[in-house]
């Protein structure tokens, strides 16, 4: 008799090992899970303020450029235009000063007439500070 309590105490002490063996793997898998949930939770919210500031420096950008070129159109409005960057203007602005070659022909002078009648200006065919002060905004930008 005492051989078989024997040998059902250690099977019963093994089978206790086993088990609690198996809660501790349990129970250390859970912490593992846990930990990486937290880590997951600290790279969400580090991405998210990367975001933010990458929003935030698109904006600075597209300010920084917007005032450049302000500053360009203001610039262009004040000195005094290059035949051929009239007949670039006037392209943009949907008028035919016919070939971009920087000569002020018939042509041009014509598409300068039209651009200031259509706008109240004198047409006179001379590009002054009024004329080029409307038609530089045309230089980069295409008419809608």
Do not use: H
């Not at 920084?64 to 070129?69: H, I, V």
């Amino acid at each position: 008799m005492e051989k078989k309590t024997l040998k059902l105490f250690i099977l019963l002490l093994v089978s206790s090992l086993f088990t609690l063996t198996g809660c501790a793997t349990l129970r250390r898998k859970e912490l593992t899970q846990q930990e990486l949930r937290n880590q997951i939770q600290v790279l969400e919210q580090e991405l998210r303020k990367k975001d933010e500031e990458i929003s935030s420096l698109k904006a600075l950008l597209e300010q920084k450029q917007q005032s450049q070129l302000t500053k360009t159109y203001s610039l262009e409005a004040k000195s005094r235009p290059s035949v051929k960057q009239i007949q670039i203007a006037l392209k943009n602005a949907g008028y035919n000063p016919g070939p971009i070659d920087g000569k002020m022909g018939k042509q041009t002078r014509q598409a300068i007439k039209a651009f200031q009648k259509a706008n109240g200006l004198v047409p006179d065919g001379r590009v002054g500070k009024k004329t080029w002060s409307i038609l530089s905004k045309y230089l980069y930008q295409k008419e809608k």
